[in-house]
């Protein structure tokens, strides 16, 4: 199992920008799907995008599409995730994972790993 360490994370006024960047050790990085997921106190865990092996398709939940991009660098083993125009009800833990599925899936069932996440805090 891959194993993913996430930073980047912090506070930012409604309307900034973080990236968040996911590195990711001990497995063939190329041949995980990734995505990167959120929770909110109170909240189930949601699904935001995912990215294939090749960084070539993306899929992005209707909540972040036009404000998140997700990107990765499978030389440098990471995948990012750029958001802008943040706002209030952005506040969670975001978390990256992987999966060893052959399909793209927004499922939290079918990610086999996950890190530790990381706290985005959007004041208004």
């Known amino acids: 199992q891959v194993q993913l360490v996430e930073s980047g994370g912090g506070l930012v006024q409604a309307g900034g920008s973080l990236r968040l960047s996911c590195a990711a050790s001990?497995?063939?990085?190329?041949?995980?799907?990734m995505g990167w997921f959120r929770q909110a106190p109170g909240r189930d865990r949601e699904f935001l995008v995912r990215?294939?092996?090749?960084?070539?398709?993306?899929y992005y939940a209707d909540s972040v599409k036009g404000r998140f991009t997700i990107s990765r660098d499978n030389a440098k083993n990471t995948v990012y995730l750029q958001m802008n125009s943040l706002k209030p009800e952005d506040t969670a833990v975001y978390y990256c994972?992987?999966?060893?599925?052959?399909?793209?899936?927004?499922?939290?069932?079918?990610?086999?790993?996950w890190g530790q996440g990381t706290q985005v805090t959007v004041s208004s």
């Open positions: 994972a992987a999966s060893s599925l052959l399909y793209g899936s927004s499922r939290v069932a079918d990610f086999g790993s």
């Open positions: 990215i294939n092996r090749s960084g070539d398709m993306t």
């Open positions: 001990g497995g063939t990085f190329s041949n995980y799907r």
